[in-house]
């Protein structure tokens, strides 16, 4: 039996130049951080991406449901930071909106 490391190696000789399969090059110190910032950049734009997509996410005071308890635990009004919907908009959203209106 051929170990795994072995055949990643045939597999990546067959389809990969030769100076790339016999050389490991290291990144040098500017490349780590562009690498780095290429990576925050990339996660930024997916997460405004999902903002676009899904603009709420659950009140964080009342957990989605859009009720507020009494102390007691026997009565319930609507929430008064999501006014009993539940919702709350979420951080990139806002500053979405908030660029797009002052871009208008």
């Avoid at 308890?69 to 609507?78: E, M």
Wanted: with cysteine; net charge positive.
């Amino acid at each position: 039996m051929v170990p795994a490391n072995h055949l990643l190696w045939l597999y990546a000789s067959t389809v990969l130049p030769a100076s790339v399969v016999t050389e490991t090059q290291s990144l040098t110190q500017t490349q780590r951080v562009a690498v780095w910032i290429g990576t925050g950049l990339a996660a930024v734009a997916l997460y405004l991406l999902g903002c676009l997509i899904f603009p709420f996410a659950n009140c964080t005071k009342c957990a989605g449901s859009g009720k507020s308890r009494a102390p007691r635990g026997k009565s319930f009004r609507n929430c008064r930071r999501c006014k009993g919907t539940g919702r709350r908009t979420r951080i990139g959203r806002r500053l979405i909106d908030a660029h797009r209106n002052r871009t208008r």
